[in-house]
């Protein structure tokens, strides 16, 4: 049997019960994310932990080439341009606006790119915090009683 066109989180491989029960020959994504206002989707989410950032972002066509101060409070982001260049020595995390992409839309850990040498940061910390920030809120989806 073949099944085309399923999404990574499809419940058919749950219905399944075996995950030897099945293989996939192929993979691909179609969903990219191209940053061209850096403070306003930055502004724009909610986050789950307070904290303070400051992000040198690199664009090769230079819509959100910058450095931005994110500061977060009550799970809400305000964002200051602090520069026009990218400020690599005030900056606690250097990446490009691909890699801020794939971790606004959340299929990579900026740990996960720190690792790989996309994400640079004078402090080991600093990409673990921004992992801690842009973490989904968790909401309850239901109650159980006893």
Known sequence: ???????LDDPIVAALGDNRAYDVDHEEDHVWLRVLDVEAVLASRPYAVDGSLTLAV?????????????????ARGS?????DDVDVAGSDIQLDVADLGALL???VSPTTLASAGLVRAVDPAAPALLRTMLTPPRTPHGITYF
């Open 105 to 107: 839309l959340g299929s």
């Open 1 to 7: 049997m073949k099944y085309n066109r399923s999404r």
């Open 58 to 74: 690199t664009d090769a066509l230079g819509f959100a080439s910058g450095t931005y101060r994110l500061d977060v409070q009550e």
């Open 79 to 83: 964002v200051t341009k602090v520069a």
